[in-house]
């Protein structure tokens, strides 16, 4: 880390109310921070949000924003089946925003690792042409990980939560698609908050043989399709099983577009041996769970009963989908 | 991470050609890396080089963009005495830079990383305004951390190698500063292809009591005064001992404003029991050292024979000083 004095003053401030806990040796303030060595193998992700193009400042409070950047990452820590550890967040910051937005942006984030039991132990502050959070999260994972790559045919697809919203509430927000009253809200409000399913994946990859899975990022259809690549088979998706918030058939109806396409979902996408039930695996994992489809043999995926999207879903290269 | 469509092709293209030590469970690809639990505490640090703040793709090739990209990182593992381990990466692309820039920018950082047993476990690409890579560095540490608040009264402060020839390199790049011949090319190569001191770091951190030290990637006077401030001690520093590169001496005299707040020299500045003499610690070091100063009851650092900086030095919040 770097501390020139206007950054070292803020990433001071940013970083003084910060809780530790004993996993931290040394916290902010010196050029790395110590942790305490795992006792398991260790996980590690980076994932970043820009200003322009994955929001925009006024669509969420700073505190929401801060909490999202990660949230975002907690997912990946989720899809794996990790416990969350330690993370490290660089904020390229751009004039034009206060003081008083770093402290509750950080307050968010604050709020969001302590409810996860996250310790951010290390913050970089530089500038921007726009506000960027980037995040390095740490996790565990006591026993294997679950990997995308070990999808069988046969096996049965499932998602976590309902599909969609969030891309929904981003199209609101961003202007592009009109909605009103609860619906309009609940979108917006997916979007806003997403939920790392942290939970749900750790009694997932409890579960032998342990399962495949990712997390919803890009789209149902795009990140299916890098499971299915990665383990080197196909699937049948049924279009009538995508679970739908009412919120969203209110706007969309029976249009599944965002719901296999939007992206941002943060839900887990998961293929079990035949048998389980959706409602037993709602249960146990403690969110509500759908059988979407089965893996074949082959590649790629087919939808069985809707179209299936022309492109991938959101790309962050090209902007939404 | 997420991996969208164009994103997922130029991040597996990127990162195909790293090959991973016995230490990577599973490398990119995936949700998150997995890491083999090190047996040591571990280090981590972030920081971030963003094209129109830190550098311009003009001014260097993209191969030493990548490799400075990693560098600056190794330097905050080097100042606490540790071994590089594992990185994750996160590429802020702007429209504007071909695909073979991208795999040049690669290369060097994927050489820059063998070279200092680095392994690159992760990646993530995201659109953005501007080029930026942020470095999310573990590490190591075998014994006890060199930290910055280890400074005592009496303790000899040393520098390794020289000052203020990268700022120097900087300002030329920039047309800030006029030089030429082998003096100009000097202090640009200081610029581009920095040295993260990690032997020295390591062999330092071997010294009993630990020695305080922090890397100097901010300018001599403004990272002082960090370690100055955590460790709640004073400095004398004497001007006329400040190691100037022939170069730098050719370029701008005895005018030591750059060497004391230039910043980006990347060299390590640390603290010793009195005695030790800076031509021995040279030879244990692999590298010049020079005993630059004294640490002193008292707080803030004062500047015997020279006049000290009116501000800090390198500010990435307001720009260069």
């Known amino acids: 880390m770097s501390y020139p004095p206007g950054e070292f003053a803020l990433i001071a401030r940013l970083t003084a109310r910060l809780s530790q806990s004993r996993r931290v040796v040394l916290g902010p303030g010196d050029d790395c921070a110590v942790v305490a060595a795992p006792r398991a193998p260790q996980l590690v992700t980076i994932d970043s949000m820009v200003e322009g193009v994955h929001f925009e400042v006024g669509w969420a409070s700073p505190e929401e924003i801060g909490a999202r950047a990660l949230t975002v990452n907690l997912s990946d820590i989720a899809a794996m089946g ?13 004039a ?3 003081a008083r937005f ?21 913050g970089n502050v530089t ?3 726009a506000l960027a959070i980037t995040i390095a999260q740490m ?3 006591r026993g294997a990980p679950m990997r995308r790559d070990a999808a069988w045919p046969g096996d049965e697809i499932f998602v976590t939560g309902t599909l969609g919203d969030a891309a929904m509430g981003w199209r609101v ?19 806003r908050n997403p939920i790392a399913r942290l939970a749900a994946g750790q009694r997932l990859a409890r579960i032998r043989p342990v399962p495949a899975a990712i997390d919803i990022s890009d789209g149902l259809w795009q990140d299916l399709g890098h499971l299915l690549e990665r383990s080197a088979v196909g699937a049948r998706i049924e279009a009538p099983a995508l679970p739908l918030s009412a919120a969203y058939r209110q706007i969309a109806g029976d249009d599944a577009t965002l719901a296999l396409s939007g992206g941002e979902d943060y839900e887990l996408l998961f293929c079990l041996r035949p048998g389980a039930s959706a409602r037993a695996l709602s249960r146990r994992l403690g969110v509500a769970v759908a059988r979407i489809g089965v893996i074949t043999r082959g590649a790629g995926a087919h939808l069985i009963g809707g179209a299936a999207p022309r492109h991938g879903g959101w790309d962050q290269l090209r902007g939404p989908g």
């Open 82 to 94: 990790g416990l969350p550890t330690v993370c490290v967040v660089n904020l390229a910051i751009r």
């Open 173 to 191: 927000l961003a202007g592009k698609l009109r909605a009103r009253g609860a619906a309009r809200k609940f979108v917006i409000d997916r979007w």
């Open 139 to 141: 996790g565990e994972v």
């Open 127 to 129: 500038r921007g042409t």
């Open 102 to 122: 770093f402290d509750r942006l950080y307050a968010g984030l604050g709020a969001a690792a302590r409810a996860a039991g996250v310790d951010i132990v290390g």
């Open 96 to 98: 034009g925003l206060s």
